[in-house]
């Protein structure tokens, strides 16, 4: 199953990479933050650890850690526009709970 991007989060990404001029990809990872226990990283990728597990979605490759996949199996990463605010989205159905300001989940 792995974890997938939208059309427009690659698109997003995409962009990106090309306007940054290096990279080959995203990261998602997941660390222990905010009040429900776990919050989500995501930074860009110059290159990949040979423990790395690697998903194409889209034309962009999504790279995970081992240890937060099992946190983020199933997940789509979507980018929205909503009036002056954009940004990534996760749509991960392993979340239980999350915290009131959205920040932190746990599973």
Known sequence: MGVTLSENAARHVSNFLSKRGKG??????????????????LEFVDQTEDEDLVFESHGVKVVIDPKSLSYLEGTELDFVKDGLNEGFRFNNPNVKDQCGCGESFNV
């Open 24 to 41: 080959v990809g995203i990261r998602l990872g997941v660390k222990t933050s905010g009040c429900s226990g776990m919050a989500y990283k």
